[in-house]
T-cell receptor, first 112, second 113 residues
């Protein structure tokens, strides 16, 4: 079966711009989580969605937002980009929360 | 835990030897634990998980041990192969509304041929 698909794979944006990243979970998976990975901070939880509802949110500013659609696909948005937002953004899906999370390959965002 | 910054701890093992990767977790409410492997340019790959009602679980060439008393998790890899070279992360989460994966900083496993 197809894995977790994240698009785009690479993105370069300018400070102040906004960006939208997309994640298509494994078919049948209803839970989608987003993580930010940087060399300095490691993997940090952004938010989790289950059945179109945000279930949990990490300690990130309000510039980071997300949503989940009825087909379980999810998007995250970062507004007013800062240089420090440069990171690998990872999406993980699972059948339900706390039920084995499968990660996508991520979107590498570079803010210049 | 402490910040490792750009340099992750490295474990170097000889091909064919067994590897043991350790992880200390901090949240006593965590009851679900996962080990991930991440290769360069890829997302974390699920290796094995364990719930808090168990103290040992075995997979193919891998074993996870959980010691809740001292909040310690370990991953044992039998007959380590060059393809096992990667960064390994442990992750923990509690049950319920606050469930979210909290990752350790990661350990680099380097397999010598």
């Amino acid at each position: 079966k197809a894995g977790v698909t994240q698009t785009p794979r690479y993105l370069i944006k300018t400070r102040g711009q906004q960006v939208t990243l997309s994640c298509s979970p494994i078919s049948g998976h209803r839970s989608v989580s987003w993580y930010q990975q940087t060399p300095g901070q490691g993997l940090q939880f952004l938010f989790e969605y289950f059945s179109e509802t945000q279930r949990n949110k990490g300690n990130f500013p309000g510039r980071f937002s997300g949503r989940q659609f009825s087909n379980s696909r999810s998007e995250m948005n970062v507004s007013t980009l800062e240089l420090g937002d440069s990171a690998l953004y990872l999406c993980a899906s699972s059948l339900a929360p706390q039920d084995g999370y499968t990660f996508g390959s991520g979107t590498r965002l570079t803010v210049v | 835990g402490e910040s490792v910054g750009l340099h992750l701890p490295t474990l170097s093992v000889q091909e064919g030897d067994n590897s043991i990767i350790n992880c200390a977790y901090s949240n006593s409410a965590s009851d679900y634990f996962i080990w991930y492997k991440q290769e360069s340019g890829k997302g974390p790959q699920f290796i094995i998980d364990i719930r808090s009602n168990m103290d040992k679980r075995q997979g193919q060439r891998v074993t996870v041990l959980l010691n809740k008393t001292v909040k310690h998790l370990s991953l044992q890899i039998a007959a380590t192969q060059p393809g096992d070279s990667a960064v390994y992360f442990c992750a923990e989460t509690p049950t319920g509304a606050n469930s979210k994966l909290t990752f350790g900083k990661g350990i680099t496993l380097s397999v010598r041929p």
